[in-house]
């Protein structure tokens, strides 16, 4: 498994009929023997239709992934903190592959500045067991980091003030 | 939450990969080697319990063309509900999170097109009062995070 960077501006077109298949997949797969045949079913299309249109979403990236999705906080990982890292610009590249590679971080992204209150481009979300564990791992980031690290903070979440999904027409 | 060693195996198989063909289960039932009834049931199961928030294809928001960002407030304590209340009431605020640092509001805003942020962002601005800060993503240095069960 490798990290790498992903340009932002590249936008996919999809037409009528690949929205339908999102919206009719985007809140799961039916849990049946043949789900992709029921979703054809369900819209009127051919199944050999949905199974080339969702390959060629998951090869533009449309779709990151199909699978299960565990709810991280059942499975024991109750803490998580977002890291923000001062990175030198002209060094952001090596040191975002570096740290979105760790097991233990999930999106890992290069966002801009706003100094002087908001010195930071790197953000990587750091996930463990417990608070300190989180801790232990951003101290792990840092010494990776080395003297690229110009300065870091962990920001817990405090409370979840609104959660929904992201979801499409 | 103590799960069986086989749902720890289906969970960390089938974190990504599930395939893309007419009859899905037949590959993963001879890899894992359980009849498909049972790893069907069983994700069932834990999809009823919470143990899986979700089956299926996750899919890239930006890449269908909408926008999305990673916002941020410093509220004054005393404004921290009203404040709230107003973020939260736009249907473009995904999550909010209240955070312990300075700036301690941080919100995702996804729009149908990325032109949409910055009104989103202005609005909110023009009723809180308050300074957005706007902090999109320039790189992805992305890989999904694979929890293990």
């Excluded at chain 1, 009127?44 to 992934?65: A, N, T």
């Excluded at chain 2, 720890?8 to 974190?15: P, V, Y």
């Excluded at chain 2, 143990?51 to 063309?65: C, D, Q, T, W």
Aim: glycine share 6%.
């Amino acid at each position: 498994m490798s990290a790498s960077p992903q340009a932002m501006t590249e936008r996919t077109e999809i037409d009528a009929i690949d929205r339908q298949i999102i919206a009719a997949t985007q809140g799961g797969l039916p849990l049946s023997r043949h789900p992709y045949h029921d979703i054809a079913e369900q819209l009127g299309l051919d199944v050999q239709q949905v199974l080339q249109r969702m390959q060629l979403m998951l090869d533009k990236g449309i779709i990151r992934r199909i699978g299960v999705i565990p709810n991280h906080y059942k499975l024991g990982y109750k803490s998580n903190g977002m890291s923000v890292w001062n990175i030198p610009d002209e060094k952001i590249s090596a040191a975002g592959m570096k740290v979105g590679s760790l097991d233990f971080v999930s999106h890992c992204y290069q966002r801009p500045r706003f100094l002087p209150a908001w010195p930071y481009n790197l953000f990587a979300m750091v996930h463990g067991k417990t608070h300190d564990e989180v801790i232990a791992q951003v101290e792990q980031i840092a010494r990776l980091l080395g003297e690229d690290n110009r300065g870091h903070e962990i920001l817990f979440s405090t409370r979840i003030l609104k959660k929904t999904g992201l979801r499409i027409g | 939450m103590i799960l069986h060693s086989i749902d720890r195996q289906i969970i960390n198989h089938l974190q990504g990969g599930f395939p893309l063909t007419e009859s899905p289960w037949d590959e993963l039932a001879r890899q894992l080697d359980i009849p498909i009834d049972e790893i069907i049931c069983r994700i069932e199961r834990m999809t009823t319990e919470g143990v899986l928030s979700r089956f299926g294809p996750i899919y890239n928001a930006e890449k269908m063309g909408g926008g999305l960002t990673l916002a941020a407030m410093k509220v004054e304590p005393e404004r921290f509900d009203e404040v709230t209340e107003i973020v939260n009431a736009f249907d473009e605020v995904a999550h909010n999170y209240a955070r312990q640092h300075e700036l301690n509001m941080w919100f995702v805003i996804a729009t149908e097109t990325p032109e949409k942020i910055n009104e989103v962002i202005h609005k909110i601005e023009q009723q809180t009062g308050l300074e957005v800060f706007n902090m999109p993503k320039q790189e992805e240095y992305f890989l999904e995070l694979k929890f293990e069960a």
